[in-house]
């Protein structure tokens, strides 16, 4: 019997991450407890800035110090405890003691400012907040004190470098190491342990709910692909508020038995080479603009980098121009691109390690181990032919719980087959590579920060001088993308000057949500339906910046 004629359907924008390495099933505390066995006196965690280090037995000595106090301070399991803070080594402390006791994380972003986090204290019902006292212009203690009366479920904050720090270890005495690991019998790896705040369409952040499982595997299986050991140094200049920082960096070293260095409480790229050379660092992370930043530094050759070998930059395209200097010039042969977001904790596609300079600065990456990606069509959701556009979605243990107590939102985010809808349109290359191509939205990427227009818009909508405002996205040398506020003033004749604008957002917005440029227009170019065309905003005024 002859063979039915078989046609090669075209290959599917599907792939499956495959790994001879299983899944972690443990809590990040039983993970940390492995580590601590097997390496206690390498070095885990230096602070450049005030110079104090710790080995992993003393690391995790000082976690379980924080942990008794948390316990002592009546933090029950699944208790949601804030931290506002830039970077410092008592950042990472709460996020491990958090974990050990399964109290919820709640990260709250340094830049935020009054009515922002008001909002994430209330919605998350945080009942004990972590916090900087100040940093550079930011006096947190004082913010604080105007939100406190409008957050009736706040009931206790503890700042850094302050006395009420050292009150709330002291507690800890009082609880034994049998109570602490009567708590930690209690946890699950699927438990919630962290929740952060994404900006919101809605104009109002929504709060990813992220497990053990979610950000411990994503940290580890970030850290096989870049080879880690425990003879890595991180260099980690990202903010520990974000993924970038705490999972890609944080849990990516403790899963490994690597060093976690903090070289600033806050971006400082000088003091990040200084950092990387004294420490002898092998890995340094980065969005695009802070490599860009180190390279233009005018001693950046006096720097001894010849340590490190690799390292992640993510949260933007790339330019191959600066690709090649940091292979080069910063020795980082092996280092990797990353794309991912908050609500898959974060990372799905990753450069590999033997990746050429193309597959580095043109994509972002195939698939993670144990994860799913595919390209859809927006409308009908059915899988598009490798080399078509569509909508990337993600599927696996990295997808988050949910938003926090929005479950409307959620269903909108994540379908019933638990893809996660990235809103971003993607091509699959035939080899697996993943382009971004646009964002079906109007997000606005500005130096790896993402900022959703609406939010802007609905607070610009208050300003006396404004009829109508639209937020676009335009390009921009360093940041990538600027914001461009797009005004109908109430009076033609007395429109709002840029200053006025800034103003008027300054203390209210986060910085990099603030517009940087201003134009002034009668009308918006709007589509037959009524719709405002964004679209035309940006090509009319998206000259770079």
């Given amino acids: 019997m002859s063979e039915l004629p078989h046609t090669q359907a075209p290959a599917l924008s599907y792939a499956h991450g495959t790994g001879a390495t299983a899944l972690l099933g443990d809590t990040i505390g039983a993970d940390l407890d492995r580590t601590v066995a ?28 924080l942990a008794r106090a948390l316990l002592a301070s009546g933090v029950a399991k699944g208790d949601r405890v804030g931290i506002w803070a830039v970077n410092c080594p008592e950042w990472v402390l709460v996020q491990y003691a958090t974990a050990r006791i399964g109290a919820i994380m709640v990260n709250i972003n340094p830049a935020y400012r009054t009515h922002e986090v008001k909002y994430v204290l209330d919605q998350a019902g945080v009942s004990l907040l972590f916090a900087t006292q100040r940093h550079k212009t930011s006096d947190y203690r004082a913010m604080v004190e105007q939100v406190r009366g409008a957050c009736p479920k706040l009931r206790e904050t503890v700042y850094f470098q302050d006395a009420s720090w050292e009150q709330l270890l002291a507690r800890g005495s009082s609880v034994d190491d ?14 919630p342990i962290n929740i952060q705040y994404t900006s919101g369409t809605t104009g109002f952040p929504k709060g990813a709910t992220l497990s053990h499982h979610n950000i411990l595997n994503n940290g580890y299986f970030v850290g096989e692909l870049l080879a880690y050991s425990e003879q890595d140094r991180i260099c980690i200049p990202v903010p520990f508020y974000h993924c970038f920082g705490m999972v890609m960096g944080n849990l990516a070293a403790t899963s490994h038995g690597a060093c976690m260095v903090v070289p600033a409480p806050s971006f400082d790229p000088a003091a990040t080479l200084e950092a990387v050379q004294r420490e002898r660092c092998t890995s340094l992370y980065g969005v695009p603009t802070m490599f860009i930043a180190e390279l233009n530094l005018p001693g950046f050759a006096d720097y001894d980098l010849s340590t490190l070998r690799t390292g992640i930059m993510a949260g933007s395209p790339c330019p191959v121009e600066v690709m090649k200097r940091v292979v080069a010039e910063m020795h980082m042969a092996e280092v990797s691109i990353c794309y991912g977001m908050t609500e898959t904790s974060p990372v799905s596609l990753q450069t590999r390690r033997e990746d050429d300079l193309e597959h580095r600065t043109g994509t972002v990456g195939r698939v993670l181990p144990h994860l799913e990606v595919k390209v859809v069509d927006p409308v009908t959701g059915v899988t598009r032919p490798r080399g078509v556009a569509g909508e990337l979605c993600t599927r696996g243990y990295s997808v988050m719980l949910g ?115 201003l134009e002034i227009l009668d009308t918006f170019p709007m589509t037959v339906s009524g719709k405002v065309r964004k679209v035309e905003l940006r090509e009319r005024f998206g000259t770079s910046g």
């Fill in 403 to 517: 938003y926090w107590e929005q479950p409307d939102k959620t269903a909108e985010a994540v379908d019933a087959g638990r893809w996660m809808h990235t809103g971003d349109l993607a091509v699959m290359r035939e080899d697996g590579y993943v382009e971004i191509v646009g964002r079906i939205k109007d997000m606005i990427i500005r130096g790896g920060e993402n900022i959703y227009p609406r939010e802007i818009e609905e607070y610009l909508y208050g300003h006396p001088k404004i009829r109508d405002v639209q937020i676009v996205g335009v390009p921009h040398d360093t940041w990538g993308e600027e914001v461009l506020a797009c005004v109908v003033p109430r009076d033609p004749a007395d429109p709002p000057t840029l200053e006025e604008l800034r103003s008027f957002c300054e203390g209210r917005l986060a910085h990099y949500k603030i517009p940087s440029r």
């Fill in 178 to 191: 049998g109570q602490l690991r009567a708590r930690a019998a209690e946890l699950s790896c699927d438990d």
């Fill in 38 to 65: 097997a390496w206690p006196d390498r070095e885990a965690l230096v602070d450049v800035a005030s110079g104090r280090r710790w080995t992993y037995a003393e690391f995790a000595a000082d976690v379980d110090r």
